[in-house]
């Protein structure tokens, strides 16, 4: 039972380059969510989905897309990466009862 | 627009003292409020749930207090120890919404 992992942990991107991010659960949750962690800032919703095929945009989710084609997997994708986006992101899912997230353990990305 | 407020941003402690987190949000209209521990370089774990209704919530030494009519929330840590050291998030669920705004954290540091 691994829980939530994102693939991968670390990645360095030059500016303008494309990446995708890969949420994984085995929790067999509806609720996934990307949130960003910058220092000072705490965290920061980008998008979420409510269930397979659904998605709906968070705080902050200009500059990424994302896509939700199987219940377990929740995709981030970054087009033309800016240096604005490096960041730490996390991937969660949420257990309806009781309310709860569970969280991967994040992935590092610079963009230089 | 809900804010999350969490201060202080970094607090030290010696071992074996009671010590307390406080979180402030400035609407009223919340489903729940959690409580969140994240060691570094880690994901979040979740240590307590409030329901909207409810004044409290226990889990061995942490205690969880909640008045929504003041939009406060804190954590109390009893007899605290260097296992404690993390980062303690809160976060608020407004009503009506599947979305989770977090703080940005206090930084604990309990020394031995």
């Known amino acids: 039972n691994a829980g939530v992992t994102q693939t991968p942990k670390f990645r360095v991107l030059k500016t303008g380059q494309s990446m995708t991010l890969l949420c994984a659960q085995d929790?067999?949750?509806?609720?996934m969510y990307w949130y960003r962690q910058d220092p000072g800032m705490g965290l920061r919703l980008i998008h979420y989905s409510v269930g397979e095929g659904t998605t709906a945009k968070g705080e902050v989710p200009d500059g990424y897309n994302v896509s939700r084609l199987k219940k377990q997997n929740f995709l981030l994708g970054l087009e033309s990466a800016a240096p604005s986006q490096t960041s730490v992101y996390f991937c969660?899912?949420?257990?309806?009862?009781?309310?709860?997230?569970?969280f991967g353990p994040g992935t590092r990305l610079t963009v230089l | 627009k809900q804010e999350v407020t969490q201060i202080p941003a970094a607090l030290s402690v010696p071992e074996g003292e009671n010590l307390v987190l406080n979180c402030s949000f400035t609407?009223?209209?919340?489903?729940?409020l959690q409580w969140f521990r994240q060691d570094p370089g880690k994901g979040l774990t979740s240590l307590l749930l409030?329901?909207?209704?409810?004044r409290e919530q226990t889990s061995g030494r942490l205690n969880a207090s909640l008045d929504k009519s003041s939009g406060r929330s804190t954590l109390y840590i009893a007899a605290s120890q260097p296992g404690d050291s993390a980062t303690y998030l809160c976060a608020v669920r407004p009503s009506g919404t599947y979305k989770y705004i977090f703080g940005t954290g206090t930084r604990l540091k309990v020394l031995a």
């Open positions: 929790m067999n949750h509806e609720y």
């Open positions: 969660a899912t949420r257990q309806t009862e009781p309310d709860t997230q569970y």
């Open positions: 409030i329901q909207s209704s409810q």
């Open positions: 609407d009223s209209a919340i489903y729940n």
